[in-house]
């Protein structure tokens, strides 16, 4: 998944307010991120193979340490841990644990059967919506969808450059992941592949924080004018 992902983060916004949505999209999509570092050092493989699509022409050939459930049950106890020896915020912590965690089961989901359990433990799950467009639209969309609109109702009112560079960012996250589901083939070696797709989940990671930061700035100038 893609803007899946990002959905779980704008989800987690919601039950934990306090937490920034910077750090709860980085949470969600830290498998993503560490898979990028893994397959660039090539610690982690894929197949890149002609097809359909993008999803079409990937295989994963060993995703054990950041794909794995139990890996990303570790990785979202260590980015728990950090987030409340930071913040001494239990509710927080456990919704940071919980988007990181998502993302095993939305790549279950997504994936066809190369989701494992755990290193060195050869089975693997998954349940392939990504072989089927139409589905993949109604399902990932439809939760993208949802996301954007419980957290566009909650969010506090924004300046129009805030609200510019809200929408204009689902925007462009909508078509990448269009491109991601019905686009041509990715870069054609893991390196390109791992490098283009780490940077672009950077960017998004700082944009989530540059939303939240413009949202607080928001309520700080309307308890300031008397407005809430």
């Not at 193979?49 to 340490?65: E, K, M, N, V």
């Not at 059967?113 to 089927?132: E, K, N, Y």
């Amino acid at each position: 998944m893609l803007v899946g992902h990002i959905a779980a983060g704008l989800a987690g916004k919601r039950m934990a307010p306090r937490v920034s949505l910077g750090t709860l999209v980085l949470a969600a999509v830290a498998a993503d991120l560490l898979w990028c570092a893994l397959l660039i050092a090539g610690i982690e493989r894929v197949e890149i193979r002609p097809g359909h699509h993008t999803q079409d022409s990937l295989r994963a050939i060993a995703i054990p340490y950041s794909h794995s459930l139990a890996m990303d049950c570790v990785w979202g106890l260590l980015f728990a841990a950090v987030f409340f020896w930071s913040r001494r915020d239990l509710r927080g912590a456990l919704i940071v644990a919980g988007a990181v965690m998502s993302h095993w089961v939305l790549d279950f989901i997504s994936h066809r059967p190369d989701m494992p359990l755990a290193p060195a433990v050869p089975s693997r799950f998954g349940l392939a919506l990504w072989d089927s467009i139409p589905w993949t639209v109604a399902i990932e969309g439809g939760f993208w969808l949802l996301a954007v609109i419980l957290y566009a109702r909650a969010r506090p009112a924004q300046q129009r450059g805030a609200r510019y560079g809200f929408y204009g960012g689902v925007a462009v996250l909508s078509l990448a992941w269009w491109n991601n589901i019905a686009g041509p083939p990715p870069a054609p070696n893991a390196v390109s592949l791992g490098s283009s797709s780490l940077v672009f989940f950077f960017l998004v990671v700082a944009w989530a924080y540059w939303i939240d930061r413009q949202g607080s700035k928001s309520s700080m100038r309307s308890i300031s004018s008397g407005r809430i």
